[in-house]
DNA sequence: GGCTTTATCTGCTCTATAGCAGAATAGCTG
DNA sequence: CAGCTATTCTGCTATAGAGCAGATAAAGCC
């Protein structure tokens, strides 16, 4: 009896709502009770399996924690990892503005080993963009980013020295991006690359290569960062 | 009405099973429909909302996709990225022998970093086990684990040199480990590192340092990776 | 005080059923 | 033949219950 005639949210959703206003605005923290499955059927006048499929979505989130005879409660903060971040976002995150230094927007037909990875004819025109990334005006990446030139032409007049490329992509050309797949080794910084990020020619730097995809699963760019390790970790999680 | 009074798994989990093993055996391939949450209710001798329960474990685990309308079918085979496996296992599955050449192994109290991140008190004991590990008799890492002293003192005692850790831990001590988490960036070869792996002093290397935890979400063990960037590159996928 | 039992809380599995909404298809119509 | 329509699939949301099993706190006992 799925009374939803109007266009309402299910009611499932509408509880995890309630759940997630309550934890997001404080009042409920880490470790504290939720209200258990009977206590949210009453509530809400709603049957004990549609609380418990609002329940088991927010515990598949992470948002909240279940224990068997003893209840639901808020899980501790979970820092975001393996998340899929611009470095303009995932500094902005913690307070720090991304600043870039434009060092050239130029076109190429000859970088055929990186049309390949983006799925595109071997002499495919792409369009380069090459950045010193820096926070607190020291440089800390040598970031190269390849993209269809045809398909993107107009990148090269976005405001790359403030802005995220995703941002342009996901505001200008309606692309959502969904996943990177990367590749990560060390490196010895090439004498260019010293002098860019101000370390030592040879000097050890983490180099992240990757594919970028839309959620449509079209390669839409490739990376390059040039990490200086001094000033850069990386952080992920991995499941077995 | 939980049926259930012997000691069977639950029968969602059955039904799972007997779906699994079709598409693992080949009977079921990629794009192929699966029974339908009204054929494998009557099927079963479930009620719709058990048959449905099984179906949607398998969805989340990305084996199964559901299509409002359409049907249940079985999903494209996909790619393990952001797999936890140790390096034993890495090997084997690309059909090499790793081999471990055993450095050392010892107990320590004070390294209260460490014993930091695996929860345990500052002075706790550690048993520090490090390695060398070596694809076709080079080197291409060397390996420290710290575990708690106490409970895995039989550790010791593994055939560290041909076994991997994870099988013995998972084994002997029914640990089930889940997930790592990882912080990687590069360093430069210290000497004692570079002799071990046969490069040159303050040649780049990947350091990956990870804590292993159990499916409890209890911190098992601490390990830092230092690998040669030319045997050696991380792959992953990260989502937006 | 410390120990054990018991009641009661919690989440988990499951039933049998209902109507809703999207997708595919079989059939009809111009 | 192409284009629309109605039927019949599918999965999705939801009900109102039941008994089971693990955790916890209260009650009883030594």
């Not at 299910?10 to 997630?20: D, E, S, W």
């Not at 409920?28 to 509530?43: H, N, W």
Request: proline residues 5%; charged residues 30%; aromatic residues 4%.
């Amino acid at each position: 009896m799925a009374r939803n005639n109007g266009n309402w949210p299910p009611a499932y959703q509408r509880i995890q709502g309630t759940i997630r206003e309550r934890i997001e605005k404080g009042h409920l923290k880490p470790g504290d009770a939720v209200d258990s499955e009977r206590e949210l059927a009453k509530i809400h006048h709603v049957s004990l399996m549609t609380a418990r499929h609002a329940l088991g979505e927010l515990q598949r989130e992470g948002l909240v924690e279940r224990r068997r005879g003893a209840g639901t409660f808020v899980a501790p903060p979970k820092i975001h990892f393996n998340k899929l971040t611009s470095l303009s976002e995932e500094m902005a995150s913690r307070g720090l503005s991304a600043r870039s230094r434009l060092l050239s927007t130029t076109i190429v037909d000859n970088a055929n080993d990186i049309a390949a990875r983006l799925a595109l004819p071997a002499t495919s025109r792409l369009l380069v963009v090459e950045r010193v990334r820096q926070a607190a005006n020291e440089p800390f990446a040598l970031e190269t980013c390849y993209l269809p030139a045809d398909e993107f032409a107009d990148t090269s007049k976005a405001p790359l020295e403030r802005g995220s490329l995703f941002a342009f992509l996901e505001r200008e050309h309606g692309i959502e991006l969904a996943h990177a797949d990367e590749e990560i080794d060390a490196t010895a910084a090439d004498p260019r690359t010293a002098e860019l990020l101000a370390i030592p020619r040879g000097a050890p730097v983490l180099r992240i290569r990757q594919v970028i995809h839309s959620s449509q699963g079209k390669a839409i760019l490739y990376v390059q960062g040039l990490y200086r390790s001094d000033r850069h970790t990386l952080r992920i999680r991995r499941f077995r």
